[in-house]
């Protein structure tokens, strides 16, 4: 895995063009049938594959075997140069067989269910008694969560109904809090929303609010409605502006 993407990139193209000017006449002759050998297969894989993607690099393994064995001239006969080099090879091919099967966004082995599964079972139940207990688990979270775009020791099931409505979607849970602390829960609600998961929360739990799209502000009906900000509409001389946030606005429609 590790010899066939960037260690073949590196390190075959040198040791072909040292192996063309050493004095070892066998060497350049293998190296010439491996070369040939390489580029005939290319053009067959090239010719019998329909299409592309980043995983068909895989069918040209074949196509690098023979290529392998002349690295070996890249490694010096010094025993202490040869230790350093081993190492360095060693270390590389390790780093880049681990990375790319633990960190392959397009098809990972770790998934993010693995990975909220590990810090929920595993990391959150660790004692803090201790400063090196607490040390030990904040490693541990920023181990398994290296960037800041995602929430530290957010279990699903541990949150209340609108955040796990919208556990990956921290925005719409705030503009759900910014409604349901206007609007009475069983409320009517009209509502001019463009294609927005916030639709879904204004139902209210189980169901307890009932909800009129309309397209006009004349159409809408007496009581609150929400309208997202991006529609820009001008409303009605009826609606009167409750309050609003970034992204809705929240009118009331007086009875008549």
């Not at 050493?22 to 894989?45: P, T």
């Not at 099967?101 to 909220?116: C, E, H, Q, R």
């Not at 910014?178 to 209210?204: D, R």
Request: glycine share 4%; charged share 15%; aromatic share 14%.
């Amino acid at each position: 895995m590790a010899w066939f993407g960037p260690m073949a990139i590196l390190l075959i193209p040198i040791a072909v063009i040292i192996t063309f000017f050493s004095k070892d006449k066998l060497r350049r002759k293998y190296v010439l049938f491996g070369i040939i050998y390489s580029l005939f297969y290319f053009c067959l894989i090239f010719i019998q594959r329909p299409g592309w993607d980043p995983y068909q690099g895989r069918y040209f393994i074949l196509g690098l075997y023979p290529l392998v064995p002349i690295v070996s001239i890249l490694i010096p006969k010094q025993r202490i140069l040869r230790v350093i080099v081993y190492s360095v090879l060693i270390s590389c091919s390790v780093l880049l067989i681990f990375n790319t099967l633990l960190k392959n966004d397009t098809k990972p082995i770790i998934t993010a269910k693995s990975k909220n599964n590990f810090i929920h079972q595993i990391i959150d139940p660790l004692q803090e008694s201790t400063t090196f207990q607490v040390f030990i688990k904040k490693a541990l979270y920023k181990i398994t969560y290296p960037t800041g775009f995602e929430s530290l020791r957010r279990n699903i099931y541990s949150q209340k109904y609108y955040d796990q409505l919208f556990y990956t979607n921290n925005i719409s849970a705030k503009d759900i809090e910014f409604v349901n602390s206007i609007i009475p829960e069983g409320e009517p609600i009209s509502v001019m929303v463009a294609n927005n998961p916030l639709e879904y929360a204004l139902f209210g739990i189980n169901r307890s609010r009932s909800l009129y799209s309309f397209t006009d502000t004349n159409d809408a009906r007496q009581g609150y409605c929400i309208v997202s900000n991006s529609i820009g509409i001008s409303p009605s001389r009826e609606m009167e502006l409750v309050d609003a946030n970034v992204n809705f606005s929240i009118y009331y429609i007086c009875p008549k």
